[in-house]
């Protein structure tokens, strides 16, 4: 089902059949490295984080992660879209994209749909971000898109350190 569309890009809600690009990104080394471990290891285990994750989010809060396409062929480059985490007052904002379109501004223009796409359909009234400490092209990629750094906090369970961007909408 198509989200919201860009200039070069297509959001779409993610579907069990990608569960092979879907395992390939969360195994990639920096999103490992930045985001964490899901524990996805086989075809199967990304089709259950498709499921438990992204479909069931779209079931329950009206949105979540989706599938970034390029709008000329359909090829899947990443991940764009909202999360609602417990452990947040406000619906949160998340992006990761494979390595080869890193750089080409694909994730600002996905994060600007997704913004754009919160506050003109689902009228939400602010949209927060975490990012590690050290990914500084996460952090640089949410200040341009306007959002300022509120606070340091640890993530439940892991107790990693990031950093929380709020911006209101």
Same mark, same amino acid.
């Given at each position: ?6 200039? #070069?890009?297509? =959001?779409?809600?993610? +579907?069990? !059949?990608?569960?092979?690009?879907? $395992? ?6 920096? &999103? ?52 609602? #985490?417990?452990? =947040?007052?406000?619906? +949160?904002? !998340?992006?990761?994209?494979?390595? $080869? ?6 994730? &600002? ?61």
């Amino acid at each position: 089902m198509l989200v919201v569309q860009s200039s #070069r890009l297509r =959001l779409r809600h993610i +579907e069990i !059949g990608d569960g092979e690009f879907i $395992l390939s990104l969360l195994n990639d080394p920096e &999103f490992l490295k930045f985001v964490g471990d899901k524990k996805v290891s086989d075809l199967e285990s990304a089709q259950d984080y498709v499921r438990q994750g992204p479909v069931a989010s779209y079931e329950n809060f009206g949105f979540g992660l989706y599938l970034v396409e390029l709008l000329d062929n359909g090829e899947p480059i990443g991940i764009c879209g909202l999360l609602k #985490r417990d452990f =947040l007052e406000y619906v +949160e904002l !998340g992006f990761a994209l494979m390595p $080869l379109y890193r750089g080409y501004g694909y994730a &600002f223009e996905a994060a600007q749909a997704t913004m754009g796409y919160a506050r003109n359909t689902l009228d939400l009234p602010q949209i927060v971000a975490i990012s590690a400490s050290k990914n500084f092209r996460s952090i640089k990629l949410l200040e341009r898109l306007g959002m300022q750094f509120d606070k340091r906090m640890s993530l439940p369970v892991t107790e990693k350190e990031v950093k929380l961007f709020k911006l209101g909408l």
